[in-house]
Each structure stands twice: as structure tokens, then as C-alpha cells.
């Protein structure tokens, strides 16, 4: 029994459509193979995260690491690196990740916003194996605490160097900042954008 393939149609803005001709051609791909393209790439990512624009917006943020030039490691490898480099070469690493953290913020902040949500998913995405929960305290203020397994000392430095690295660059105040085992904990005010 063959079952029959209904065509539907959705209609567009006149906006949408000349940008998606516009990236076409500059690919050299026919449009209606970018939308199909767009739209499979978008359902396979919301199979994990229901929102749409949330979406988007980390589809868009990895893509912003990528460009950073930031590779993913599995977390068991990638702490053992940065638990066995000697000092010198760790140093390095601290003062390249808190550049990048800066300039990923900068980028973050111009792209999608500055708001509380948006700095909590910048923290998750640049060291996925932790756990960053956000505390409205009123005023203005929001507390991010940074959670993450058996982290070494070192780890704990590298996430420091992340945390005020993103906040530079969202140009947000940091009033603390305390570390202890497993988590950074830190205080920031001034997003331009509320809850």
C-alpha cells in the first residue's frame, strides 16, 4: 500500500527568502536545498532542546567557538592535558582561554543580547561538563555557581579564567567571585536585559 506524499507550503517573509537566495548563491546550492538543509539541521538539534530559538541561538554560539578556533576534547582527556602541562605552558593556556572567553562574550553580547540566560548558556557551553545554575537576588544582581565533578585545583583556574573572560566580555560587573572544590561562584551585575 503506497502512501501519498502531500506537499505543504509555508509561507515566508520577503526578508527570509532574499537571505536564504542571497546565502545560496554565495554557496552555490539551489535555495530549496538550503531550506531543506536549514530545517533538517534545526529538528535534528531540537530533538535535544525543544525551544526553537534556544536553538538557534546555541546552533549559532557553537559556531561562534568554532571560529574561535576552540576544539571539543572528551572531558576525561582534556583534564588530564590540562592537569599534566608543566606550569610555563598551563599559564599559556589560562591567558589564551581568558582572550577567547573575552572575545566569545563580546561576540555573545552583540549577537543574541545581554542577559542573565544568555551568560548562563555561554558559561555551559565553553566547559559542557559543568553544571552552571543562576540565582536572581534582586537588584540587578544574579549569582552563577559553576558546578563541576571532581575538579582538580587547575580546573578550577581554568573556569575562573572563563567565568571573567565572558564577563568582560558581556561588560557586566563581577562583585565576587569565590572558588572552592567543585564550583566557581560568582555575582555580576549590569545586563542590559532582565529576566
Known amino acids: ?5 502531500r506537499r505543504r507550503f509555508v509561507p515566508l517573509s520577503d526578508e527570509v527568502i532574499q537571505e536564504a537566495l542571497s546565502v545560496s548563491e554565495r554557496y552555490g546550492m539551489p535555495y530549496s536545498v538550503l531550506i531543506e538543509k536549514a530545517l533538517g539541521g534545526l529538528l535534528r538539534v531540537m530533538r535535544y532542546k525543544s525551544s526553537i530559538l534556544e536553538s538557534l541561538v546555541l546552533v549559532d554560539a557553537v559556531d561562534d567557538l568554532r571560529r574561535l578556533g576552540l576544539i571539543f576534547l572528551p572531558s576525561h582527556v582534556a583534564r588530564r592535558v590540562i592537569d599534566e602541562v608543566d606550569e610555563e605552558l598551563f599559564t599559556q593556556l589560562l591567558d589564551e582561554v581568558s582572550r577567547s572567553a573575552r572575545w566569545f562574550g563580546e561576540l555573545s553580547r552583540v549577537k543574541r543580547g545581554s542577559s542573565p540566560r544568555e551568560f548562563q548558556v555561554s558559561l555551559s557551553l565553553w566547559i559542557p561538563a559543568t553544571t552552571v ?15 563541576m565533578a571532581d575538579a582538580s585545583p587547575r580546573m578550577i583556574r581554568l573556569l575562573e579564567k572563563v567565568v571573567t573572560g565572558i564577563a568582560a566580555g558581556y561588560d557586566v560587573k563581577i562583585l565576587d567571585l569565590a572558588s572552592n572544590v567543585n564550583t566557581v561562584v560568582v555575582r555580576v551585575t549590569g545586563f542590559l536585559e532582565k529576566e
Open 133 to 147: 545554575d543562576m540565582v536572581a537576588e534582586g537588584d540587578g544582581v544574579y549569582k552563577f555557581i559553576v558546578s
Open 1 to 5: 500500500m503506497s502512501r501519498e506524499v
